[in-house]
């Protein structure tokens, strides 16, 4: 399974209202600025986000997205099933070789697992470790 730049980006939008959770709407065009990403595009995946009850959006002068639940009640799995649909490696039919079918529903549950077990919160909490790990070397 590949996870096209929809899912990716759709995730980069949602831990970025994560990260600011509890402090107001964030624009998408700040999201697009801070990323480096369009912001015609954004706009796009914030949709289907917005339909399934992910974000909510606010009106106005300062307004923007803001999460709907709190970052440790929304998974990766949540958002790329929006963004991605069913998550699935290969397509296969019940006609396919047992060994195989059932190789394909492992793999499918393990990656299901690994995005359901992984919230919002996780997310950007690795990236802030991650960040607060680097080190600026200075001669």
Do not use: C
Not at 36 to 55: C, K, M, T
Not at 58 to 66: D, E, K, L, T
């Amino acid at each position: 399974m590949k996870i096209s730049t929809k899912g990716r980006y759709g995730l980069t939008i949602m831990m970025e209202l994560a990260a600011k959770y509890g402090e107001g709407p964030i624009s998408l065009k700040s999201i697009a600025e801070k990323n480096q990403l369009s912001e015609h595009y954004l706009e796009q995946l914030i949709a289907p986000l917005r339909n399934a009850g992910l974000v909510k959006s606010i009106r106005g002068a300062y307004g923007g997205y803001v999460l709907s639940r709190e970052a440790a009640e929304i998974t990766a799995g949540d958002v790329i099933r929006v963004l991605e649909g069913p998550i699935s490696p290969v397509d296969f039919t019940e006609e396919d070789d047992p060994a195989k079918r059932n190789l394909w529903l492992r793999i499918r549950d393990g990656i299901a697992n690994v995005l359901d077990s992984t919230t919002l919160l996780d997310l950007i909490s690795y990236r802030e470790q991650d960040t607060a790990n680097n080190y600026m070397f200075y001669i």
